[in-house]
């Protein structure tokens, strides 16, 4: 069965920085295209950023300018770089992907976030 596990999630300052990673557990699938999405206690999943299989990126307005949405060369991890963090950044982060052969959406099973003031 084919998993997305996030890492790099944790306890930072305001003003730090954290970077998540997302990959298929197990298995040599690419990533064509996915996305980071967060939510927070109380609050509905948001869109946090998105590539596409072209390589467009898009971002939340609240985080645009301090966090980059990438993929590594050999398209089987996406990254989530988050800088310049604030306190209203805390949450529970997850990823999805679509992966090549299965042309599949799958979800990741969330990697908590935690910015203190």
């Known amino acids: 069965q084919v998993q997305l596990v996030e890492s790099g999630g944790g306890l930072v300052q305001a003003g730090g920085s954290l970077r998540l990673s997302c990959a298929p557990s197990?298995?040599?699938?690419?990533?064509?295209?996915g996305g980071w999405y967060r939510q927070a206690p109380g609050k509905q999943r948001e869109l946090v950023a998105t590539?596409?299989?072209?390589?467009?990126?898009n971002y939340a307005d609240s985080v645009r300018g301090r966090f980059a949405i990438s993929r590594d060369n050999a398209k089987k991890t996406l990254y989530l770089q988050m800088d310049s963090l604030k306190p209203e950044d805390t949450a529970v982060y997850y990823c999805?992907?679509?992966?090549?052969?299965?042309?599949?959406?799958?979800w990741g099973q969330g990697t908590q976030v935690t910015v203190s003031s």
């Open positions: 999805n992907a679509v992966l090549v052969p299965t042309e599949t959406l799958y």
């Open positions: 197990g298995i040599t699938f690419r990533i064509v295209a």
């Open positions: 590539v596409t299989s072209g390589g467009s990126t």
